[in-house]
Structures are given as C-alpha cells and as structure tokens.
C-alpha cells in the first residue's frame, strides 16, 4: 500500500527514520515551503534561505537516488501554507491516508500532525544518541538534572575519549583550560564560506521578496547547504580551528565574530551532519596529535553532552516548558534586541552580529543578550521567542531549554543549579567590548556605571528569598550584606531608574 513520507527541513539526512521505513518503489516522499513554518516567529532572512535552499537540494538528490518527491515551493500557487495541509493535499492527490513521519523537534509540529485527519505513524528520530525512553530512564529519582553526569554516561555509550571505562586524560572535563580571553589575530580562518549556486540565488530572490522586514541581514549569504558542503566546513574547521577552540572558546572581540568556532551547529540540526561522525572526527584529530585534549573534549561535550541533554529536558518537560516564567519576569523584550541604539556596546556588537549573520557563540547568547535579559527581569517568552527568530541553529528542542532553563532560569532550576548572572567584570574579562563602551565597567555607581553591575545586585535583591540559600549563591549576599548602607541604597535605586528609563524605551 502507497504510504506518504514526510521529510521536513530539518531531517535532511538519507537515513532519517521515515526514509529508512518506507519504500523507495511505491511511496511517495513529500516536502513543503510552507508559509506556517517560515512565520511562525519572524526568523533571520538567512534562516529561512538556508533552510529552503537545503530542501531543494536534498529533494533532487532523493529524486537521483530514485525517489518519487512531491515538493511545494513557498511560491507555488495551490500551496496549502502549512505541512498538514500539504499533506491533506498530497493525500488526495495519490490516492492515499497513511502517513510516515520521523518525530518533528517541536511539540508545535508533533500536535499538528498528530491532530490531522490522516493516519500518520511517527518514528523516532535516531539521529540522536539518546532516546527519549534512555534519558527519562537517566532522569528517573534524580535529586536534580545535571549535564555532567549525564556527559559522562553518554561517553561510556560512545567511547569516545575513553580507556575502557576511565576518561582519556583522567578528567572528564577540562573546562578549567578553557577560558581565556583572546587576541586581534590576523590570520583566524573562520568558518568556510559557501559560494552561491543556481539554486541558491532562487532562493535568495524569494526570501527578499517574501520577507523583506524580518531583522537580519539576508546578503552575503555563506552557508553550506548540502552534506559535501557541510563536511567540506567541518574538515576547515578541524584543521584551521579546533587546536585552538578549546582555550579561546569563551572569549570574544570586536570585528571577530567567529573566533575558533566551528559554526557548525546549523548543520548538526537538520541533518547534514550526524553528531557521532564529528566527534569521531574531531577525537581522531587528537589521537593524531593535531588537537589537544582540552579542544577536543570541549568540543565533543558541545555535542554529545549539552546537545543531547537539552533535547532530552525539552522531551521530558512537555509541551508548556517555553512558556514557563518561574521569576515572573514580565518587562518587554528592549527594542535594542531588533537593531535599535543602545549605549550598552556589549549588547551592540552581540546584535549587529546575530543581524549581519544569523550567528553568535554561546558566551554571546548566555553572558551578553541572555544575562541582560535576566538581570533586567524581561519575560522570558519574549526572550525565547527573539532568539528562536534571530539565529540559523535555533530549533525550540535545542533553543528553549537552553533559553528557558540555561539563559533565563524561567523553569526554576531544572536545567541549571543556579541563575547565569554576572556583572560587568566578567564581559571585561572575557571581551574587548568595554574599552568602547559609553559607560564605564569599573564604575558600581554614578552616571557611568555599567548597567551590568547595577542590575546584577538588583536581581539578586529582588530574588533574594529564592536565591539566599543556594550554596552557589551565599557569598555574593554576604559581600551584599557588608557594603556601605548608603552604597547599597545607592546601587538599588541607581538600578531602579535604569529600570525605569529602559521601560520607557529611552536611550540606555
């Protein structure tokens, strides 16, 4: 019997689930541009592009390899504008009701399908390292979630890095190595850049027409957008950066967006690259002596660690976890995020770079744009919903834990132990933004005072009750405690009018 085989555009792999269980002979596999998916939040120009002008391409590599693709443009005129309704009409067309599907990314899409009319089967997605069944059973009668742990089990699974059952190197982690700030240096590669092709341009024309106001820069436009491509990027970037991502992996510069990182992660999520081939990749580049030990098991715990155990969270929590404010934060998302002057450089470099590239690192995300919104109580919704528009990689499995949990502490501690807050010390450390910034970061107070340092005592008074009695967090109230009373009145309601003034959408 003919069955439907959807293949979305983040499932571009030969040996998706559904690929795997359907019949290259009789059924039918069905693809779709859909309006429903391309507007759901108003995502990066270059995100749209890249993901229709990997579709295409991957349909008419299935085509050659002898599959029948009934594949809907954006701009095809009996386009239903969403996958059910593409699959309603596709049904209709062959003559069919049965439907194979690999599970969506997003609770969004698994309810959608699963509320058609159609008898639709979904597979899981193995893609992933660890089921959804393997981490409830990881998660089961756990005090608390902690990636560490769950790193570790995900090692032994693998064996990458691993002497039997001991850790190459005798530490699971070498994090301790990897924070130093970095240097202007001329000679960087960055990620390999794609040149445009046919296809390319096609869809470059339809994404100027079609959303010509979505923030982000739609040109120069350098991703790859096949699997030779995305290989081709992932061998650069083990030659070129891998030695040196490790040390340099938190650090950030002006002028540099890219560093030693790999930009890769577009790539891991719809398919291109699978998550053990890079890091078999990357752990041989160590055994070889190209990479020490330090790049290399960072790199590799980015992916089957905090990679595999966000999904995890995401799957375990339900449909509601992006939705979660545990600090009933409810201050607007600052007009600032969407490209708008702010005085704040750190905040202004980390968004001119999520526009011109649809891309920032993950001390960008998390201590620059994520910790101002924490500090400054903006609803995490919001927030969620601003980076699952603005950068390529953003997918709601792997964005909203990281957002929600990580970024935000929206969903009160599940996913981290305590709140990712800091003042402006750490952004001085770990960047060159502060020498141009209009304020001054070794300011606590006066018209100068970074904002950072302001709003950092803020939070923490305001949450005081909540937070006073994490061990993690003790300290920071106790050298609170010892300040000056006038010092302490002074910082609050510095941060206060700073508050103010950002509410009001003025200049800060």
């Known amino acids: 019997m003919v069955k439907l085989v959807l293949v979305l555009g983040d499932q571009l792999s030969d040996d998706i689930a559904a690929l795997k269980a359907a019949d290259k002979q009789a059924d039918v596999v069905v693809m779709a541009e859909v309006a429903a998916e391309a507007e759901y939040v108003s995502h990066h120009p270059k995100k749209i592009a890249f993901l229709f002008t990997a579709m295409r391409k991957f349909a008419a590599q299935l085509r050659e390899k002898g599959w029948e693709v009934a594949y809907t443009a954006l701009d095809d005129p009996e386009n239903s504008g969403s996958i059910p309704g593409e699959l309603l009409r596709r049904a209709e067309e062959f003559e069919v009701s049965s439907v194979l599907a690999t599970e969506p990314g997003e609770w969004r899409c698994i309810l959608a399908l699963q509320d058609t009319s159609l008898d639709v089967k979904l597979l899981p997605d193995d893609r992933f390292l660890c089921s959804h069944d393997e981490f409830a059973d990881w998660a089961r009668d756990r ?39 970095a240097k202007e240096d001329l000679f960087r590669k960055g990620p390999l850049k794609a040149q445009a092709d046919a296809v390319c341009d096609e869809v470059l024309e339809l994404v100027e027409e079609r959303f010509p106001n979505n923030f982000g820069k739609l040109r120069p436009f350098y991703f790859q957008t096949d699997r030779a491509g995305a290989l081709l990027a992932l061998d650069h970037f083990i030659e070129h950066a891998l030695p040196d991502f490790g040390a340099y992996q938190d650090a950030m510069l002006e002028g540099d967006p890219y560093l030693y990182h790999a930009v890769i992660g577009l790539y891991l999520n719809i398919g291109l690259l699978g998550p053990l081939e890079t890091c078999q990749k990357a752990e041989a580049a160590y055994h070889s002596g190209h990479a020490p ?159 950072f340092n302001l709003l950092y005592w803020h939070f923490l008074i305001r949450h005081r009750e909540r937070f006073e009695g994490n061990p993690r967090m003790a300290q920071m109230y106790r050298t609170f405690d010892r300040m000056d009373e006038s010092r302490r009145e002074t910082v609050l309601a510095e941060a206060e009018a700073f508050l103010e003034r950002l509410s009001k959408g003025e200049l800060v």
């Open 293 to 451: 030990l330090n790049s290399v098991e960072g790199f590799i715990r980015q992916i089957i660690g905090w990679r595999e155990f966000v999904r995890g969270i995401y799957f375990l929590e339900g449909p509601d976890y992006p939705r979660r404010n545990a600090l009933n934060h409810q201050r607007k998302l600052p007009a600032f995020y969407w490209g708008e002057k702010t005085r704040m450089n750190c905040i202004a470099q980390a968004v001119r770079q999520t526009c011109d590239l649809a891309y920032a690192h993950h001390i960008q995300r998390l201590m620059v744009t994520g910790n101002f919104a924490l500090l400054a109580g903006i609803n995490p919704a919001e927030v969620h919903e601003w980076y699952l528009a603005v950068y390529a990689d953003a997918y709601e499995w792997v964005e909203a834990p990281n957002t929600v949990g990580m970024s935000q502490f929206a969903d009160g501690g599940i996913l981290s132990s305590k709140p990712y807050v800091s003042s402006g010390a750490y952004i001085d450390r770990m960047s060159d933004y502060c020498k141009s910034c209009h304020y001054k970061v070794k300011d606590k107070t006066g018209e100068k005072a970074c904002p």
């Open 143 to 181: 005090k608390s979630l902690r990636m560490e742990y769950f790193y570790r089990e995900m090692r032994r699974k693998t064996g990458l890095l691993m002497n039997g059952d001991k850790p190459v190197g005798g530490k699971w982690n070498f994090d301790h190595e990897n924070r130093k700030p």
